[in-house]
């Protein structure tokens, strides 16, 4: 491969990964469009349904914040009755995040701005570019 070659590919992913940036931050403004919460908020309520828990190390490093931050979020939230805190059995200093029933509403809520058509296709794109994108990671 010649080297106009290599940078023509190069050319070529910068501008398609960032496209693909582009796309997630419009959803994900799609999402919180309306909403009182923060884009950050909704989408600890995405990683809690998806992963049914998680602990404020584990909040903390998928946001790259601090703990402390991770504790305002979740106050709030907990506030807002959209999460609660549950300490571990067998190690109570272990306290993991929770989704509670309104927060289950919460999450369902946010996908009925889109009609059950364009659920099914954004289900099956983003699995296809899942797939896709596993052949290079």
């Known amino acids: 491969m010649s080297k106009d070659d290599q940078l023509h590919h190069i050319e070529i ?29 909704l989408i600890l309520l995405l990683q809690l349904k998806i992963n049914d828990c998680m602990k404020a ?26 999460v609660q805190r ?6 109570r200093r272990v306290v993991k995040m929770v989704l509670t029933k309104s927060g289950e509403t919460k999450v369902q809520e946010l996908f009925l701005k889109f009609s059950q058509e364009k ?5 099956k794109i983003l699995s296809d570019v899942n797939q896709l994108m596993k052949k290079i990671f």
Do not use: W
Request: proline share 2%.
């Open 13 to 41: 992913i910068m501008r398609e990964m960032l496209e693909i940036q582009q796309k997630s931050t419009m959803f994900v403004n799609l999402l919180s469009e309306g909403e009182s919460l923060s884009q950050n908020q």
């Open 57 to 82: 190390t584990e909040i903390a490093e998928f946001f790259s914040v601090t703990p402390g931050a991770v504790t305002s979020m979740c106050d709030k939230l907990e506030k807002l009755d959209l």
């Open 119 to 123: 659920l099914t296709d954004m289900a």
């Open 86 to 91: 549950v300490r571990e059995n067998e190690d």
